[in-house]
């Protein structure tokens, strides 16, 4: 009975999944790599997600511990739970989970509560026609956009704000909706751009409404100075859209204590 | 009472698709056209489709041909099918098929008959770990490929040959197995590496068994002085293994009378 506690980094293509959370009779990534994590060990195991990420959101890097006896090497978990993750590659339902790591971690950690910081990516692509491939990617916009006001609209949304404005309904009740965006740099990819967020912390949907809101800058509908004045609002309602799903990705999880 | 024969060009992502041919209570490219094109019109059309492509290949142009009395104008085609089309892009089967072009072609034009030469894609990504967003849409090779024994190979795949070692069996009886190669080249892109292929015509599975048989070249288990025997035998067991659907884009098809 030797206790211990397990952190998975994992990456998925979340197309094809309810989203993160276990949810009876739907697909989730939680339910998928519990349910490997049962069959190699034939005893289950609650994992504890750092990010919940909704239905259609990507992750190059969600993490994710366990604790319990655990008889398999963990050096040996990545590449069995990647042996039945991986069955059906070739089926209508490919393995879309990566287990990229997995290691030991103090009986203590904790993937939700020792993050101090996380990045997302957002993909948005500019083009005229849809791009097939690109459907489930990336954030497909028609028109083309203002870049140089959208990086101006960035830098309002950067630093320590009350971020009530950028926030869904729906999410859990926070005590404070104060949050801190590190960095915001927006880059250029083939297929358009590529925003790169830290923050301390994100309300429900806040980078999807940042991002949707940056969007209508871009568009010209919602002036840098607008968004301003929108951010110290604290008003949903005066904010943009929420840009899509498909363009999100949690990127990297970042840990104080390891 | 006036027949129009209309040619649609069509990019579809293979992935959810059990091939381009109609069956009945499974989705297929042509099954999903067919009904956009009945629910636009009311009436029901047959489409010619060029190539059957196989459950996973993807297109960049696919074309199919139609005739009837159709009463929509040709030149709304392609909007009005792609919103049909279209319908449910957030939901979990997103469209996957969008209408490149629809024009009228004279009544005695066949997608399938007038075709002179298409031309296929083959993707191939090498990397020690698998890249869950690539899954998809490339043949993934985990082991370093020696590309100049490749290009020696795709030397001996060109030209005009009966490459009956290189099809498959399930294929419709063609009278002859002779085709012609016009070019074959290799480009190195991001992840690896992508053929071109251009031919006449390609027997069942031609291009999957020779894009395997190359990749076991590269992989130097195949010598390209083996490959030429292998050629020359018609024999299908002498050749190697079948790549995956997945790498493979019918990418343009090529008209006489166009």
Do not use: C
């Not at 509560?113 to 997302?120: D, G, Q």
């Not at 990516?121 to 870049?147: A, S």
């Amino acid at each position: 009975m030797a206790e211990k506690n397990v952190l998975l980094t994992i990456a998925y293509d979340g197309s094809a999944f309810n989203g993160w959370q276990r949810q009876p009779d739907l697909r989730t990534v939680q339910g998928e790599v519990e349910k490997a994590l049962e069959i190699l060990t034939g005893e289950t195991f609650s994992l504890n997600g750092t990010s919940r990420t909704d239905r259609g959101v990507h992750a190059y890097g969600q993490t994710a511990s366990f604790r319990g006896d655990i008889k398999v090497p963990v050096v040996n978990l990545k590449d069995a739970l990647n042996n039945i993750l991986g069955t059906g590659r070739k089926s209508m339902v490919p393995s879309d989970i990566f287990i990229k790591d997995a290691r030991e971690v103090p009986l203590d950690f904790h993937a939700r509560f020792n993050a101090v910081a996380k990045t997302y990516i957002y993909k948005i692509r500019i083009g005229k026609e849809p791009d097939i491939f690109k459907r489930n990617y990336f954030y497909e916009v028609r028109y083309p956009l203002d870049l140089k006001l959208m990086k101006e609209g960035a830098l309002i949304l950067m630093g320590t704000h009350d971020f009530k404005a950028f926030q869904s309904a729906g999410g859990e009740e926070k005590e404070s909706t104060v949050r801190t965006v590190y960095t915001m740099d927006m880059r250029r990819i083939r297929e358009g751009m590529a925003f790169h967020i830290t923050g301390d912390g994100f309300l429900y949907n806040q980078v999807r409404i940042m991002m949707g809101t940056l969007v209508e800058v871009g568009l010209k509908k919602i002036s840098p100075e607008n968004l301003k004045e929108i951010r110290d609002s604290k008003d949903r309602a005066k904010a943009g859209h929420k840009a899509p799903s498909e363009g999100l990705y949690l990127a990297k999880v970042h840990f104080s204590m390891l």
